[in-house]
C-alpha cells in the first residue's frame, strides 16, 4: 500500500487492539463478578475478606487480598486470576510482535503520472562509440549501428535467462531487481522481456519498476547438411538443399565455430530478418536459414512506447552484423554482414542439425538486443504508471498469529464455561448497588451508628473478631449472607 497509508494502518491495528483488549478486560472482569458468589458460598470468610472478595471486579482490590487474607485457598484464587489478566495483556501485545510494517522492497503501488521510460526510436550508439566525430556519414551511421547491435547481444545473457517455462510477466510495480532474470524463452523460437519504468529525475526519490508491457522475438529454422567443404577451411561449402546446392563464405575461420551470415540488402527487414548460419565442423557440419521476427509491443498504448525502426532493423539480424568491428579484407567490397562465434560459447554452440536449439539461439541474441538498448539508451518522460513508496505488511510466521488469537479466544470460552458452571452453583446476584445493599442489610443490624461514616477497614472492625460471613441457601432456595459470631 501506499506509505502514506501508514499512519492510517497503525492507527487500524491500534483501534482493533484497544478494543479486543477491552473485550478480553470486560470478559474478565464479567468472569470474577459472576464468581464472587459461588466464592463467598464456600466456606465462612472475615468480614475484611467478604468486602474485597465482593470488589473483586477491581483488580486492585483482588490483589489486596493477598496480604489480608491468610488462607492459601483464597491466595491460590487470587493469584490466578491475576495470572489470567496478565497472560490476557501480554498476549495481546504479543500480536504487534508477529508483523513488521516496512517499506516495500519488492513491489510498490503506482499511480497515473510522468514516468521515465527508454528512448525507444533507435540505438543509441555513442555507448560504444567515440563522440570524435560530429558528423559522421550516412554509411558509417549504418555502420555504428550494426557494431552497436551486434555487442548489445552478449550482455543481455548476463541480465539472466529462464528457459523452458511459460513467460510469466512480472507484475507492475515489481521493482527491478538485478538477480532475477531479465529474459524468457518459453520454447526453442520464442523469447520474451519485460519493460520497466522508472521516476523521473525531480522526484525527491527514485524507483524503477515492471510495467505491464513486454516484447517478443521469434525464429523459424531450417538445417541442411553440409557435404563438401564443412570444416571451415573452403570458400565455398556444398549443401543438401536443391534451391541452393552451393554456399560461398565471407571468411575461412576453420572447425568448431559458427559463423552467422546476413545480406543487408536481400535478408534484413523492418521487423524481421534471414539469417544464414555455418556451423563448421570436421565431423558433423550443418547449414541453416532462420527467419528471426521480433513482434510488436504488448500493451503499447503511446508511439513512445513502440520500437522504433532501426531497432526492428537491427535486432533480429544482429547475430550476424559486423559493422566496422571485425572487418577482414576480404570483406571491404563485399556488402555481405558476418559474425564468429567458438563452439565454447552460448552463441557458438553446436546445434548439430536442431532447428529448435538455432531458432532459441537466433531469437535469443534478437531479444537480448532489444533488452540492453532499454537499459543502455537515454530516458525521457511520458505519460504511464508512476511508481510510489510503498509498505508492506511482513509476518513472518503466520502460525504465531493463529497460536496466539487461537488461545486468547480459546481459554476465553473455556473461562467463561467454567464460571458459568461453578456460577450455577450459587444465585448470582446482579450488580444493582439497591440489590447488594438489600443483601447486605442483614449483615449491619448489629453494627452501631458508625457504621454509616466508617470507611472500610474501620467498619471490618466494627465486627466482632469471631464474626464470619458466608453465602448461604434458605429453605426456600434463597440465598443470604449469614454472620456467624
Known amino acids: 500500500m501506499p506509505a502514506h497509508k501508514k499512519k492510517e494502518f497503525n492507527t487500524l491495528i491500534v483501534g482493533l487492539t484497544i478494543l479486543l483488549s477491552l473485550n478480553l478486560a470486560s470478559s474478565l472482569k464479567h468472569m470474577v463478578a459472576t464468581l464472587r458468589w459461588w466464592v463467598l458460598s464456600l466456606k465462612e470468610w472475615r468480614p475484611r475478606e467478604v468486602d474485597l472478595i465482593l470488589q473483586s471486579e477491581n483488580i486492585s482490590r483482588m490483589i489486596r487480598l493477598l496480604y489480608v487474607s491468610k488462607r492459601y485457598s483464597l491466595r491460590f484464587y487470587v493469584i490466578v486470576w491475576v495470572?489470567?489478566?496478565?497472560?490476557?495483556?501480554?498476549?495481546?501485545?504479543?500480536?504487534?510482535?508477529?508483523?513488521?510494517?516496512?517499506?516495500?522492497?519488492?513491489?510498490?503501488?503506482?499511480?497515473?503520472?510522468?514516468?521515465?521510460?527508454?528512448?525507444?526510436?533507435?540505438?543509441?550508439?555513442?555507448?560504444?562509440?567515440?563522440?570524435?566525430?560530429?558528423?559522421?556519414?550516412?554509411?558509417?551511421?549504418?555502420?555504428?549501428?550494426?557494431?552497436?547491435?551486434?555487442?548489445?547481444?552478449?550482455?543481455?545473457?548476463?541480465?539472466?535467462?529462464?528457459?523452458?517455462?511459460?513467460?510469466?510477466?512480472?507484475?507492475?510495480?515489481?521493482?527491478?531487481?538485478?538477480?532475477?532474470?531479465?529474459?524468457?524463452?518459453?520454447?526453442?523460437?520464442?523469447?520474451?522481456?519485460?519493460?520497466?519504468?522508472?521516476?523521473?529525475?525531480?522526484?525527491?526519490?527514485?524507483?524503477?519498476?515492471?510495467?505491464n508491457r513486454s516484447a517478443s522475438t521469434a525464429s523459424k529454422c531450417q538445417a541442411f547438411k553440409v557435404t563438401q567443404g564443412g570444416n571451415g577451411d573452403f570458400d565455398n561449402i556444398t549443401v543438401a538443399d536443391a534451391s541452393l546446392p552451393s554456399f560461398r563464405l565471407p571468411i575461412k575461420n576453420g572447425p568448431d565455430q559458427t559463423t552467422f551470415i546476413v545480406d543487408p540488402e536481400k535478408d534484413q527487414h523492418v521487423g524481421w530478418s534471414v539469417v544464414s548460419a555455418f556451423e563448421a565442423s570436421n565431423t558433423n557440419p550443418w547449414f541453416y536459414r532462420c527467419n528471426v521476427s521480433v513482434g510488436p509491443v504488448v500493451n503499447a498504448v503511446i508511439p513512445a512506447h513502440e520500437l522504433g525502426n532501426d531497432i526492428k532493423l537491427m535486432a533480429p539480424a544482429a547475430i550476424a552484423l559486423q559493422g566496422y568491428g571485425a572487418s577482414t579484407l576480404t570483406n571491404v567490397t563485399n556488402r555481405i554482414q558476418f559474425q564468429s562465434y567458438p563452439a565454447e560459447s552460448v552463441y557458438g554452440s553446436p546445434a548439430s542439425g536442431d532447428t529448435a536449439t538455432m531458432g532459441f539461439i537466433t531469437s535469443l541474441f534478437a531479444i537480448s538486443v532489444i533488452w540492453t538498448t532499454s537499459q543502455a539508451n537515454t530516458n525521457i518522460n511520458a505519460t504511464g504508471r508512476l511508481p510510489v513508496p510503498g509498505i508492506t505488511l511482513d509476518i513472518n510466521k503466520w502460525e504465531y498469529v493463529h497460536l496466539i488469537l487461537g488461545l486468547i479466544m480459546g481459554l476465553q470460552l473455556l473461562f467463561a464455561l467454567i464460571s458459568i458452571n461453578l456460577s450455577n452453583l450459587v444465585m448470582v446476584r446482579d450488580h444493582s448497588h439497591f440489590g447488594e445493599a438489600a443483601l447486605l442489610r442483614s449483615t449491619m443490624y448489629d453494627l452501631s451508628y458508625r457504621a454509616v461514616m466508617a470507611n472500610e477497614k474501620e467498619l471490618a472492625s466494627l465486627f466482632p473478631k469471631t464474626a464470619t460471613i458466608r453465602y448461604i441457601r434458605e429453605e426456600n432456595d434463597t440465598y443470604y449472607l449469614r454472620v456467624t459470631t
Do not use: W
Not at 119 to 135: E, K
Not at 166 to 174: C, H, L, M, N, S
Open 83 to 211: 495470572l489470567i489478566n496478565v497472560a490476557a495483556q501480554i498476549g495481546l501485545a504479543c500480536i504487534g510482535l508477529t508483523y513488521n510494517v516496512n517499506g516495500a522492497d519488492k513491489i510498490v503501488p503506482t499511480v497515473n503520472g510522468i514516468v521515465s521510460i527508454p528512448d525507444l526510436t533507435s540505438i543509441q550508439t555513442n555507448r560504444l562509440l567515440g563522440q570524435h566525430q560530429q558528423t559522421p556519414s550516412r554509411l558509417q551511421a549504418l555502420n555504428a549501428l550494426r557494431f552497436t547491435a551486434n555487442n548489445y547481444g552478449t550482455p543481455g545473457l548476463a541480465s539472466g535467462l529462464t528457459y523452458g517455462v511459460p513467460f510469466k510477466p512480472p507484475t507492475p510495480g515489481t521493482l527491478y531487481n538485478p538477480d532475477t532474470s531479465a529474459l524468457t524463452c518459453i520454447n526453442a523460437s520464442a523469447c520474451y522481456m519485460t519493460f520497466y519504468e522508472s521516476t523521473p529525475e525531480n522526484l525527491s526519490y527514485y524507483a524503477i519498476a515492471a510495467s
